[in-house]
């Protein structure tokens, strides 16, 4: 029975979109960084991440290809490049569906950037690599 399953929260597990050092330099520069950052003080192991990003932009529904990427173990208190995502994409909901075992359980969780949450009056400091960008936890 589905009651019978074991429902575990994911915790201590974060998405950050930073800005790279030549958009600091040139604004009109366009790609930034997207990362994983393990804030556990233990790795987890088979880490699938998929992302894709959808919406409506000036009148056109548009989606992006879903990118898959496979990390096998993340270390504890480590941050990972997941990959770069261009300016434009910023007026799309971009999501991130990370899945990964722990401690002998599966574990999943959706990360949205809803459109246009990826801006400077969003920035927090992001750990392990001491940038601003926007990070969901």
Do not use: C
């Not at 050092?21 to 088979?46: F, Q």
């Amino acid at each position: 029975m589905k009651k019978d399953i074991p429902q575990h929260k994911v915790e201590d597990l974060a998405i950050a979109v930073v800005p790279r050092e030549e958009v600091i330099i040139n604004p009109e520069e366009d790609l930034w960084d997207t990362y994983i950052i393990n804030l556990k003080d233990e790795k987890i192991k088979s880490v699938l991440i998929a992302s894709h990003g959808y919406g409506e932009i000036e009148g056109e529904e548009i989606k992006t290809t879903t990118l898959r990427h496979f990390f096998e173990e993340i270390g504890a208190l480590e941050i990972l490049k997941i990959e770069p995502i261009q300016r434009k994409l910023f007026g799309l909901t971009n999501e991130y569906w990370v899945s990964f075992n722990f401690d002998g359980y599966m574990y999943d969780k959706k990360y949205v950037f809803v459109k246009g949450s990826i801006a400077e009056y969003n920035f927090t400091l992001i750990p392990f690599i001491n940038k601003k960008g926007v990070m969901i936890r």
